[in-house]
């Protein structure tokens, strides 16, 4: 036999096992199980809801479309979380001055046990005068609350009205005008750092 016959045949021995080792094992990395779910990378926070707004009126997401939402949840018996919250939003917005006029802040209660539209109405004078208070039946507010992710419930508390108060996550969050979630903010974020990241999304 002929040494570059039988060199030519290793070699093709070798490619051989080496491409069935490749289809066996998989690309690497990947299971060889079978397909990966893809994932986009976008967080999943917002959706449709149908709540009250401050002054009696039924309104759903539908009602914000075309523009961006800062949107907050929080209740008015809250002592210092959601005020605090509420104050950075306006400030930041003023900063902002005519560009913002393309946000518009809302506050969702967690609370639509006391918070009636009538008490909205009078919390959200002490903020920003186009702040929406929207409130609704346990089960909206639940559901708008879902939608978002955020995290509410309720505890005893002898000094609060009504018995209890509400323990809740405080994140402002920034929504496009489909509604779409952008971004979000803590409730401790600093005014000049809320408004140069509004400015960057108008």
Same mark, same amino acid.
């Given at each position: ?7 030519a045949?290793?070699v093709?021995?070798?490619?051989g #096992?080496v491409?069935?080792l490749?289809v ?6 990947? @299971?060889a199980?079978?397909p ?19 002054k ?5 997401n ?6 961006k939402m ?8 809250c ?7 509420? &104050? ?9 001055g005519p560009?913002? @006029?393309?946000?518009?802040?809302v ?5 639509p ?6 008490v909205?109405?009078e919390y959200?004078? #002490?903020f ?9 039946? @346990?089960? &909206?507010?639940q559901?708008?609350?879902k939608?978002?992710r955020?995290?509410a ?10 018995g209890?108060t ?15 979630f952008l ?17 960057k999304?108008?």
């Amino acid at each position: 036999m002929r040494w570059p016959l039988v060199v030519a045949m290793v070699v093709g021995l070798l490619a051989g #096992s080496v491409i069935a080792l490749i289809v066996v094992s998989g690309t690497p990395g990947r @299971e060889a199980s079978g397909p990966q779910p893809l994932t986009t990378g976008k967080a999943l926070i917002g959706g449709p809801f149908s709540l009250v707004d401050h002054k009696g009126r039924s309104v759903t997401n539908k009602d914000f479309a075309g523009r961006k939402m800062l949107v907050f949840f929080g209740f008015t018996s809250c002592p210092d979380v959601c005020p605090s919250g509420l &104050q950075v939003i306006s400030a930041a917005l003023d900063k902002l001055g005519p560009k913002a @006029e393309t946000i518009t802040p809302v506050l969702i209660t967690v609370d639509p046990g006391r918070d009636t539209p009538a008490v909205l109405a009078e919390y959200v004078k #002490s903020f920003h005068p186009r702040l929406v208070g929207l409130t609704g039946s @346990e089960e &909206q507010v639940q559901a708008a609350a879902k939608a978002y992710r955020v995290y509410a419930k309720k505890v005893p508390d002898d000094k609060s009205p009504g018995g209890y108060t509400i323990e809740h996550s405080a994140y402002l969050y920034l929504m496009d005008e489909s509604g779409g979630f952008l971004t979000h903010f803590p409730s401790t974020v600093g005014v000049d750092r809320l408004a140069q990241e509004l400015a960057k999304a108008l």
